[in-house]
């Protein structure tokens, strides 16, 4: 029997990410391509805790059904954090519990956006969001961006051409796929020109509390006067990500439309796990366990620089973040990362080929490296791994030492 779909299903694929991630379950396998959290840094002790206290207290409201919006309790601590933390000034009313970051972006294209509508979003973006909006058929505009932000001559120049621009979707912290961070003054640029034309911003923004090096800086959220910035934030990447809790802030009309979206998805988030959140951050010093972690990702990301400095090629170049999971390599034109990766999988390392985060395609000799998952030791035979393989594609020689270094893996 022929079954017909949707024509929007034409344009779907699955994720390169979870493609190549099914590939780390291989033994021995040294994988840089999620972007998971440290599981060694995960509070099992603790979350046991709080759910047999919820249980025994709560336990027929923590195991109903519950409102759209969530529960109260969570969403005054959340904005008790952000307007702390982040200099916002928001309340419960203005925030919005979501299932995952993830399910804020596939609202978001579901509100905002009809067929052949345009999306302006920075070059290279997150390779989730792009598939979020790809189901609801838009046109994705790429902004240039460097090492502060997006470019604003370039987004005036797209948004001259694109006057009817939908919304534009951003990583203004420690950018999946980049890590780079914008500057503030980028960030009022930003905003400015957004104001000016009436286009609203998707912030996405998982990362922020992840720096370990110099001052968090205000979201776009605490610079929006227009309330024309919907935030999302999620407990993914500073909590645990198998609770699949997160959230969204925006103006009180723009975030009822969100809840009414979200009612026909899936009525609410889990109500244990919203419970077992709010009781964890009422009992507990998040910001210590915030504290261990960073200091976890800033030695893993130490040890992946200092071996890519001493080991990878000339020629080669990338970033070095402050903050977050992620950094991004630029190779050689003539270099394909998918052809590097498919070689790296024989040597046992894994990454994600940076091509996938560019929604119109190109820009192959990329790649993004993921330090927080894997412990320093394997971080750095997965580098010096890596880089064997590269020097031979770019015909360098090896640093001494490189192949006694190396053991294969079967895939």
């Not at 699955?14 to 509070?43: C, H, N, Y």
């Not at 621009?165 to 420690?174: E, G, N, Q, R, S």
């Not at 776009?220 to 407990?235: N, P």
Request: aromatic residues 8%; charged residues 25%; negative net charge.
């Amino acid at each position: 029997m022929e079954i017909r779909m949707a024509k929007r299903m034409d344009g779907m694929k699955a994720s390169d990410i979870r493609e190549i991630l099914k590939l780390t379950q291989v033994p021995g396998m040294i994988s840089f391509a999620g972007g998971l959290p440290a599981a060694e840094a995960f509070p099992v002790r603790r979350i046991q805790e709080v759910t047999m206290e919820v249980l025994a207290h709560k336990g027929h409201r923590a195991l109903q059904y519950s409102t759209t919006e969530g529960d109260v309790r969570l969403r005054e601590i959340i904005g008790e954090r952000m307007n702390t933390r982040l200099g916002t000034s928001l309340s419960a009313d203005e925030i919005l519990i979501t299932t995952g970051s993830q399910q804020g972006l596939d609202l978001s294209g579901k509100i905002f956006l009809d067929e052949g509508d345009v999306v302006l979003c920075e070059s290279p973006t997150y390779l989730g969001a792009i598939n979020a909006f790809r189901a609801y058929e838009p046109c994705f505009v790429e902004v240039k961006t460097d090492d502060d932000g997006m470019d604003i001559a370039d987004l005036e120049r797209c948004i001259a051409q694109n006057p009817g621009a939908k919304f534009a979707y951003v990583i203004p912290d420690f950018q999946n796929p980049t890590g780079r961070c914008w500057s503030l003054e980028r960030r009022r640029a930003f905003l400015e020109v957004c104001t000016q034309h009436g286009i609203p911003v998707i912030e996405d923004s998982p990362y922020s509390e992840l720096r370990f090096k110099g001052e968090i800086l205000p979201p776009l959220k605490a610079l929006d006067e227009s309330g024309s910035v919907v935030f999302l934030g999620t407990f993914s990447k500073i909590f645990c990500p198998g609770l699949r809790v997160a959230w969204l802030a925006a103006a009180p009309e723009l975030r009822e439309k969100y809840v009414m979206v979200k009612q026909g998805a899936d009525l609410h988030t889990s109500t244990l796990g919203q419970r077992q959140i709010a009781a964890y951050l009422d009992r507990f010093d998040l910001e210590e366990d915030l504290n261990a972690l960073k200091e976890i990702y800033r030695r893993r990301r130490e040890v992946m620089l200092r071996t890519m400095d001493e080991t990878f090629p000339p020629g080669t170049h990338y970033t070095r973040p402050d903050g977050g999971l992620f950094l991004w390599v630029e190779l050689p034109d003539d270099i394909n990362a998918r052809e590097l990766l498919a070689r790296s999988l024989e040597e046992g390392v894994a990454f994600v080929p940076g091509g996938s985060f560019y929604p119109n395609g190109g820009h192959e000799n990329t790649m993004r490296l993921n330090y927080s998952a894997m412990p320093e030791d394997r971080i750095e035979k997965g580098i010096r791994r890596l880089a064997k393989v590269l020097c031979e594609m770019m015909g360098e020689r090896c640093p001494a030492g490189e192949e006694a270094d190396v053991s294969a893996v079967s895939v």
